[in-house]
Nanobody, 125 residues
Framework: IQLVESGGAVVQPGGSLRLSCQTS????????MTWVRQIPGKWLEWVST????????HYRNSVKGRFTISRDNTRRTLYLQMNNLRSEDTGIYFC???????????????????RGQGTQVTVNS
Protein backbone atom coordinates (compact mmCIF):
# COMPACT_ATOMS: atom_id res chain seq x y z
CA ILE A 1 0.00 0.00 0.00
CA GLN A 2 1.35 3.39 -1.00
CA LEU A 3 0.11 6.90 -0.26
CA VAL A 4 2.06 9.70 -1.95
CA GLU A 5 1.23 13.30 -1.12
CA SER A 6 2.13 16.32 -3.21
CA GLY A 7 1.23 19.97 -3.59
CA GLY A 8 2.78 21.49 -0.50
CA ALA A 9 4.50 24.84 -0.88
CA VAL A 10 5.31 28.16 0.76
CA VAL A 11 2.40 30.60 0.51
CA GLN A 12 1.42 33.91 2.01
CA PRO A 13 -1.42 34.23 4.51
CA GLY A 14 -4.71 34.26 2.66
CA GLY A 15 -3.32 32.13 -0.12
CA SER A 16 -4.51 28.77 -1.42
CA LEU A 17 -3.04 25.34 -2.06
CA ARG A 18 -4.39 22.06 -3.34
CA LEU A 19 -2.84 18.92 -1.91
CA SER A 20 -3.09 15.58 -3.66
CA CYS A 21 -2.57 12.04 -2.44
CA GLN A 22 -2.05 9.37 -5.07
CA THR A 23 -2.78 5.90 -3.75
CA SER A 24 -2.03 2.34 -4.83
CA UNK A 25 -2.09 -1.17 -3.45
CA UNK A 26 -5.67 -1.24 -2.20
CA UNK A 27 -9.18 -0.76 -3.56
CA UNK A 28 -9.44 2.99 -3.00
CA UNK A 29 -13.19 3.37 -3.69
CA UNK A 30 -14.08 1.15 -0.73
CA UNK A 31 -12.54 3.12 2.10
CA UNK A 32 -12.76 6.35 4.03
CA MET A 33 -9.75 8.61 3.63
CA THR A 34 -8.29 11.19 5.97
CA TRP A 35 -5.89 14.10 6.10
CA VAL A 36 -3.86 14.66 9.26
CA ARG A 37 -1.13 17.21 9.91
CA GLN A 38 1.93 17.65 12.07
CA ILE A 39 2.05 21.18 13.38
CA PRO A 40 5.52 22.29 14.59
CA GLY A 41 5.86 21.62 18.30
CA LYS A 42 2.50 19.88 18.54
CA TRP A 43 1.03 16.46 18.26
CA LEU A 44 -0.26 15.05 15.01
CA GLU A 45 -3.80 16.38 14.56
CA TRP A 46 -6.73 15.23 12.52
CA VAL A 47 -7.84 17.63 9.75
CA SER A 48 -10.56 16.04 7.65
CA THR A 49 -12.15 12.76 6.58
CA UNK A 50 -14.23 11.79 3.57
CA UNK A 51 -16.41 8.74 3.11
CA UNK A 52 -15.83 6.15 0.43
CA UNK A 53 -18.33 7.66 -2.01
CA UNK A 54 -17.14 11.21 -1.50
CA UNK A 55 -20.50 12.35 -0.19
CA UNK A 56 -19.91 12.81 3.53
CA UNK A 57 -17.14 15.00 4.84
CA HIS A 58 -15.90 15.95 8.27
CA TYR A 59 -13.58 18.79 9.31
CA ARG A 60 -11.86 20.02 12.41
CA ASN A 61 -13.41 23.30 13.53
CA SER A 62 -10.42 25.47 12.72
CA VAL A 63 -10.51 24.58 9.01
CA LYS A 64 -14.27 24.51 8.41
CA GLY A 65 -15.24 26.87 5.63
CA ARG A 66 -11.63 27.13 4.40
CA PHE A 67 -10.63 23.56 3.52
CA THR A 68 -12.44 21.12 1.23
CA ILE A 69 -11.67 17.42 1.08
CA SER A 70 -12.57 15.50 -2.05
CA ARG A 71 -11.66 12.35 -3.91
CA ASP A 72 -11.58 10.95 -7.41
CA ASN A 73 -12.20 7.23 -7.15
CA THR A 74 -11.38 6.62 -10.81
CA ARG A 75 -7.95 8.21 -10.29
CA ARG A 76 -7.50 6.70 -6.80
CA THR A 77 -6.61 10.15 -5.57
CA LEU A 78 -7.49 12.16 -2.48
CA TYR A 79 -7.43 15.97 -2.45
CA LEU A 80 -7.42 18.80 0.06
CA GLN A 81 -8.23 22.26 -1.24
CA MET A 82 -7.00 24.81 1.28
CA ASN A 83 -8.12 28.42 0.99
CA ASN A 84 -7.53 31.50 3.13
CA LEU A 85 -4.50 29.86 4.66
CA ARG A 86 -3.24 31.04 8.04
CA SER A 87 0.16 30.82 9.70
CA GLU A 88 -1.26 28.24 12.11
CA ASP A 89 -1.92 25.91 9.15
CA THR A 90 1.84 25.51 8.70
CA GLY A 91 2.86 21.89 9.01
CA ILE A 92 3.40 18.58 7.30
CA TYR A 93 0.20 17.19 5.80
CA PHE A 94 -0.32 13.46 5.49
CA CYS A 95 -3.04 11.40 3.91
CA UNK A 96 -4.00 8.36 5.90
CA UNK A 97 -6.36 5.43 6.02
CA UNK A 98 -7.33 2.53 8.23
CA UNK A 99 -8.98 0.75 5.31
CA UNK A 100 -12.21 1.29 7.21
CA UNK A 101 -15.73 2.07 6.04
CA UNK A 102 -16.66 4.32 8.96
CA UNK A 103 -15.54 7.60 10.53
CA UNK A 104 -13.75 7.28 13.85
CA UNK A 105 -14.42 10.85 14.90
CA UNK A 106 -10.87 11.96 14.21
CA UNK A 107 -9.92 11.20 17.79
CA UNK A 108 -6.88 9.04 17.05
CA UNK A 109 -4.73 10.81 14.45
CA UNK A 110 -1.65 8.81 15.42
CA UNK A 111 -3.31 5.46 14.96
CA UNK A 112 -3.95 5.22 11.22
CA UNK A 113 -2.49 2.02 9.83
CA UNK A 114 -1.30 3.63 6.62
CA ARG A 115 0.07 7.11 6.12
CA GLY A 116 2.12 8.76 3.39
CA GLN A 117 5.43 10.55 3.74
CA GLY A 118 3.77 13.95 3.94
CA THR A 119 4.01 17.24 2.11
CA GLN A 120 5.19 20.48 3.73
CA VAL A 121 2.87 23.47 3.85
CA THR A 122 4.38 26.73 5.04
CA VAL A 123 2.28 29.85 5.46
CA ASN A 124 4.22 33.02 6.11
CA SER A 125 4.67 36.46 4.77
Amino acid sequence: IQLVESGGAVVQPGGSLRLSCQTSGFFFPSYYMTWVRQIPGKWLEWVSTIDDAGKKTHYRNSVKGRFTISRDNTRRTLYLQMNNLRSEDTGIYFCATDLADYFDGGHYPNSYKYRGQGTQVTVNS
